[in-house]
């Protein structure tokens, strides 16, 4: 893992790097060691994190969930923020296949976890990849585009996945011009 993706998570969320690890012994019942635990507890109590009889509460137990499903070992840390510009590139309409274009912010997240755990691109490629399949689409008026979680993933039918993302990625990186729009004209 990451250790400096672990850590600026763990500071983006409000936590010490002993708060946590005190939070993570309490969750998986191990004695943490060289810290002071009374304190740490202290201030995990004063952070709604675990409660008086030091057990984790509902929100330590999902800020520990959001470490374990968004620090993705050796790779990008997904954000909401990330998320929410990933998804405003997307146009605020129904598609001509009737689906919406932008889909919930929760299962944009787990296709994200899917995403990296098996392409190694950054963020600023994604959103120029995502950017280029909207602007391509937006000329032929949306028609055929896959909304964005189809964008990111999509189970074929044999059961394999496909990403079309992941495709665009490549285009950019690169440096393909095919992707932007096309204009013909028919000459008779």
């Given amino acids: 893992m990451d250790m ?18 005190l939070l993570w012994s309490i969750k998986h019942k191990r004695a943490p060691k060289h810290i002071n635990n009374m304190l740490e507890k202290r201030q995990l ?16 137990n999902e800020l520990l ?28 309409i129904k598609l001509p296949s009737g689906k919406h ?17 098996n392409y190694d691109y950054e963020w600023s490629i994604v959103l120029q990849a995502t950017g280029a399949y909207v602007d391509e689409y937006e000329s ?30 490549d285009m950019i990186i690169n440096g393909l011009d095919n992707i932007s729009p096309h204009f013909s004209e028919t000459v008779v």
């Fill in 4 to 21: 400096l993706q672990l850590f600026q998570y763990i500071e983006d969320n409000g936590l010490t790097p002993n708060q946590y690890y």
């Fill in 140 to 169: 032929k008026n949306y028609l055929y585009m896959r909304n964005s979680q189809y964008f990111i993933r999509k189970q074929n039918s044999d059961k394999t996945w496909d990403s079309e993302l992941a495709n665009y990625c």
């Fill in 101 to 117: 274009a932008r889909i919930n912010k929760k299962v944009i997240t787990e296709a994200f976890n899917w995403f990296f755990k």
């Fill in 45 to 60: 109590i004063t952070a709604e994190l675990i409660d008086s009889s030091f057990s984790i509460t509902d929100k330590g």
């Fill in 65 to 92: 969930s959001l470490i374990d499903t968004q620090v993705i070992p050796g790779k990008v840390v997904i954000k909401s923020f990330d998320v929410d510009q990933y998804l405003n590139l997307f146009p605020k």
